[in-house]
């Protein structure tokens, strides 16, 4: 029997078969999730890395120094960067904005920062225009990160990255790296925007959508518009 909170009234059976269904296979999605996820959190204890330099403000700081308020994680995004083009990747500030809003809950139980390769100068343009305001920015200090979680090939051509680090003592070990290609489909973390899960909802799905840095800022335009 379907969840009736899940149904309007006039449902007719086909749907409320087809509903009972989907919910079925939404249970058993979620379980597959949280059996992942505590995979992921079994992972035995990764290798002790550099303690990598970044630029922060016109200084150097260390990977370490990152570890804040005794938070023994450090989540880093390493966001996409072209030195030939004028704007980043617009699929990687897609995800950071959402970062920007929910930092300050995630900040509670674990550090976190947003890193690239590009200067630090040109990356706090960009983040004041995204209106990036609750993130820690830093400008990595030469090509060996980037290179040595595979966010830059030996050519310079980045990837976007989500990497996990750990304080063990005075030392810093590597716990998990994501990609967004996974195999062969671009869907490697999606699960850390609500943006393609809200599209998901719709008959139309994504589709063929993606992200636009120009797009982008013309619904910011129009959405001070609305509140004006």
């Known amino acids: 029997m379907t969840d009736s909170s899940l149904l309007m009234p006039g449902a007719d059976d086909a749907y409320r078969r087809s509903r009972e269904r989907l919910r079925e296979a939404e249970i058993d999605l979620r379980d597959r999730i949280e059996a992942v ?20 403000n016109g200084r150097k700081v260390r990977l370490s120094e990152l570890f804040a308020d005794d938070k023994p994680h450090l989540i880093l995004y390493h ?29 509670q139980r674990a550090n976190f920062a947003v890193a690239s390769r590009a200067s630090f100068d040109r990356l706090k343009a960009w983040g004041e225009r995204r209106g990036w ?72 799905g994504r589709a063929q959508w993606y992200p636009a840095n120009d797009a982008f800022e013309a619904s910011l335009h129009s959405l001070a518009g609305l509140r004006a």
């Not at 980043?88 to 970062?99: A, E, K």
């Not at 810093?172 to 899960?197: C, K, Q």
């Open 133 to 204: 305001d609750r993130l820690r920015l830093l400008s990595d200090d030469g090509a060996a990160f980037a290179r040595d979680i595979d966010a830059e090939d030996d050519e310079g051509n980045p990837d976007s990255t989500v990497v996990v680090f750990a304080k063990d003592g005075d030392r810093v070990r590597h716990v998990y790296t994501a990609h967004p290609m996974l195999e062969d489909r671009e869907r490697g973390i999606d699960l850390l925007s609500p943006i393609w899960h809200l599209l998901d909802l719709m008959p139309s």
């Open 79 to 107: 966001l996409m960067y072209w030195a030939t083009d004028d704007d980043f990747c617009p699929m990687c500030s897609l995800w950071i904005d959402g970062f920007n809003g929910i930092a300050p809950h995630v900040t």
């Open 37 to 56: 996820a505590a995979m992921r959190r079994s992972l035995p204890p990764g290798p002790v890395v550099p303690d990598y330099t970044f630029v922060e």
